[in-house]
């Protein structure tokens, strides 16, 4: 998961689809027609199925998997109904189409027809929750056909959506639908979080953060999202050029959600700048945003919501 830290200076910085079902048929030989037999071993059978591919369906839910946001996985999934527990929702089933839909092996992460795929997933799961999706504690699942079902004729791929919990990239274990969870009174909105490493700065700042935990902004907590910022479409930054361009493009929001301008933010000293987000799988499939939140010293432990705060002091 891609983190990033800077201060008013800039501080420091799924889903295997299920797998394809063959039939093996046994071929019989004998010495000859035994008494009252016409020889004829399927009169009367049905053929015997063709091998099959049978994505889950949508309204349904999944289990297992090793489902991590935008990561492809190898691993099994196992349908349930989504009033069990479960950790990703199905929403939509396209499927791959045209030149693409003759290769011999499906499309790979860093391709348009995955892009486009993912962008009508993206898209599938704003409707589906009623705002953004990346403003939710939540994150989509894409999983597209294993090589072994495309070449039995999968072209099917899969868009579910997870609630997420650390890091906000991984699922949490639910029960019930996740539809209209960005609706009011919002109770999947993304609102404040806690962090945790193991390398603080005498001031109370982590130089690395190791987890990031959603809370409710009632509860102690350090960190709390903004909005999000989109970069724009290029070749993948390195570390260091991915930081500046994401802490640069949320400082501003940042300075928005407090009201007040980036030379008063500049000048508080003591509301830094946190993001996450941006890792190559997620920009490898087009999906180019990042979280933003405000940070402050974990030394300060926050009970309430810090928007519209503007010069005053943090409170107590």
């Known amino acids: 998961m891609q983190h990033g830290l800077d201060g008013n200076r800039k501080r420091l910085s799924a889903v295997r689809a299920l797998p394809l079902l063959t039939v093996t048929v046994l071929v019989l030989a004998g010495c000859g027609t035994p008494t009252g037999t016409d020889g004829d071993l399927v009169n009367g059978w049905s053929a015997q199925p063709k091998a099959s591919y049978a994505p889950p369906a949508v309204g349904t839910c999944v289990t297992g998997g090793g489902i991590i946001a935008f990561e492809p996985s190898l691993a099994p999934v196992t349908i349930v109904d989504c009033a069990q527990e479960h950790t990703a929702e199905v929403i939509l089933v396209g499927a ?9 092996a499906p499309p790979v992460w860093n391709s348009d027809p995955s892009r486009a795929a993912f962008a009508e997933c993206s898209n599938a799961a704003t409707a589906f929750v009623g705002a953004d999706w990346h403003t939710g504690r939540l994150f989509p699942w894409f999983s597209t056909p294993r090589e072994a079902a495309w070449r039995g004729g999968a072209r099917q791929w899969v868009c579910g959506l997870a609630e997420a919990e650390d890091d906000l990239f991984a699922p949490k274990a639910r029960t019930g639908s996740l539809k209209d969870g960005l609706k009011d009174p919002k109770p999947l909105a993304l ?59 949320c400082y501003g929001k ?26 190559a799988s997620q920009w490898k499939l087009g999906d180019w945003i990042a979280h933003c ?13 810090l928007k519209g705060l503007g010069m005053k002091p943090l409170p107590a």
Do not use: M
């Open 96 to 104: 791959f189409t045209g030149p693409v839909g003759e290769a011999a």
């Open 191 to 249: 609102t404040c979080v806690r962090l945790d490493g193991d390398d603080v700065s005498p001031e109370g700042f982590y130089r690395t953060v190791e987890a990031v935990t959603p809370v409710a902004c009632t509860e102690p907590h350090d960190t709390e999202f903004v909005g999000t910022w989109t970069a724009t479409a290029s070749s993948y930054p390195d570390a260091k050029r991915l930081n500046e361009l994401a802490s640069d493009g």
């Open 254 to 279: 940042i300075a928005t959600f407090l009201g007040i301008t980036q030379l008063q933010l500049y000048e508080r000293g003591d509301v830094y700048t946190f993001w996450t987000g941006l890792t």
């Open 293 to 305: 939140f405000l940070n402050v010293s974990s030394k300060t432990k926050l009970q309430a919501s």
